[in-house]
């Protein structure tokens, strides 16, 4: 673990002095070891902890922190044998207390190693990642869920490939399921490691920042959620399921009642051999149920309605069904399948509105006893689309996330 010149350090005048002096001090022995013919060079895997005056913490200054980083890049790829060979991984260890309206993934209750008492653990609110690297380049964005431990699991991955294996007894096996060992978070079949070339910032450019430098790392997995009326029991079931990824892999899944029912989660770990149902009763709640489900990536599912009882056919019954194809239509581009469907006997037209960047709205009327299917485009895998009847103002369904794209991670 290089903790810089801790002895040069505390003998700064103030602890925020973030002259170059001092900060070439306190990182001397790392820049030492970086260089060819090092008397100690850097073992395989390195933990470089920031004084307190560069770690960007409160009330340190973000600009110090970013000299550090500069200063700890710059050794690294000062020595090509050493760059061309190096993952650099950026760490922090909170969000110092911001708000996150993203969810963290929930354990259920009684989930081995991660309740306190009555309390989860869980993940807590959201930190920065960066992963700076020849296999990262290009501005991408990995959306699978990571922690603290995915760190270490990555050192597992690493060294079972180099025949030394070894597993941390500290991470519950919920915890291993949920998060990722960061591995499709890099592209090892393209490595980059020379120097990035930037544009001339002189040169007025009418798009700085093309647009493939803003996609998402690709996933061979997704979440899905679907929905059931028993009319006969006046039971709503909503099947949550992962399609796709490693076999070990696990969602964490969080389902809300929007209306009718006191405001709580409930949680449910979904693996691809093992779907998880929720579901409602609307006997108690006057036959109309609301509720939403989130998990990562930006999934969301949003079911809301009234079971019609049993045998009735009177007006138009809307039941609507969705698939999450990849690799379909125009340029083999993800496509959502909906399936719309009138069980009643008038007919039924359905709105379906872009609830993104999209900006589209389309209807569909469905004749009595009739089904019809749209295809619903989705932008590099991602879909949001709110569907709406003219026959039941309760009635409304909620499709978002990201079809999966990848084949293998």
């Not at 290089?2 to 350090?9: D, I, L, V």
């Not at 009684?110 to 008492?117: C, D, F, L, N, V």
């Not at 290009?138 to 990555?154: L, P, R, Y």
């Not at 120097?195 to 899905?224: C, G």
Request: with cysteine.
């Amino acid at each position: 673990m290089w903790r810089g010149n801790a002895t040069y350090y505390s003998g700064t005048t103030t602890p925020d002095d973030d002259s170059d002096e001092n900060l070439d001090a306190v990182l001397k022995n790392f820049h030492d070891a970086c260089q060819p013919g090092a008397e100690h060079p850097l073992p395989e895997v390195s933990w470089l902890v920031a004084p307190y005056g560069w770690s960007e913490h409160p009330s340190a200054d973000t600009q110090h922190g970013e000299r550090y980083i500069k200063k700890v890049l710059d050794s690294l790829q000062s020595n090509p044998d050493i760059w061309n060979h190096t993952l650099f991984i950026l760490n922090y260890d909170e969000n110092d207390g911001k708000f996150d309206h993203v969810l963290p993934p929930w354990p259920e209750p009684g989930t081995a190693r991660e309740y306190a008492g009555d309390y989860p653990l869980g993940f807590g609110a959201r930190v920065p990642m960066l992963l700076v690297s020849p296999w990262t380049r290009g501005g991408h964005v990995a959306s699978e869920v990571f922690d603290q431990t995915s760190t270490i699991k990555f050192l597992e991955t690493w060294a079972a490939h180099l025949g030394k294996p070894f597993r941390c007894p500290n991470i519950s096996d919920w915890r291993r399921s949920i998060a990722g060992d960061l591995t499709s978070a890099l592209d090892f079949t393209h490595p980059q490691p020379g120097p990035a070339a930037f544009p001339d910032p002189r040169v007025e450019r009418s798009q700085p920042i093309a647009a493939d430098h803003m996609k998402p790392r690709p996933l061979s997995f997704h979440p899905h959620a679907t929905i059931s009326e028993d009319r006969a029991s006046g039971t709503v079931t909503a099947r949550m399921t992962l399609a796709g990824g490693p076999k070990d892999k696990a969602l964490s899944f969080q389902v809300f009642p929007d209306k009718y029912r006191a405001f709580s989660n409930t949680p449910y770990t979904v693996t691809a051999r093992k779907p998880r149902d929720y579901t409602w009763d609307t006997k108690a709640t006057d036959g109309k149920y609301a509720f939403s489900i989130y998990s990562n990536d930006g999934f969301v599912r949003s079911f809301a309605g009234q079971v019609a009882s049993a045998g009735s056919r009177h007006g138009g019954l809307p039941r609507a069904e969705a698939d999450l194809l990849k690799g379909q239509g125009v340029k083999h581009e993800a496509q959502v399948k909906l399936t719309l469907h009138n069980d009643g006997t008038k007919p039924v037209t359905y709105t379906l509105t872009a609830h993104d960047y999209l900006g589209r709205t389309q209807k569909v009327t469905v004749a009595q006893g009739r089904t019809k299917v749209v295809m619903w485009p989705t932008q590099e895998g991602r879909y949001d689309v709110v569907v709406t009847v003219d026959t039941d103002t309760t009635w409304t369904q909620r499709y978002a996330g990201r079809v999966a794209t990848a084949g293998k991670r």
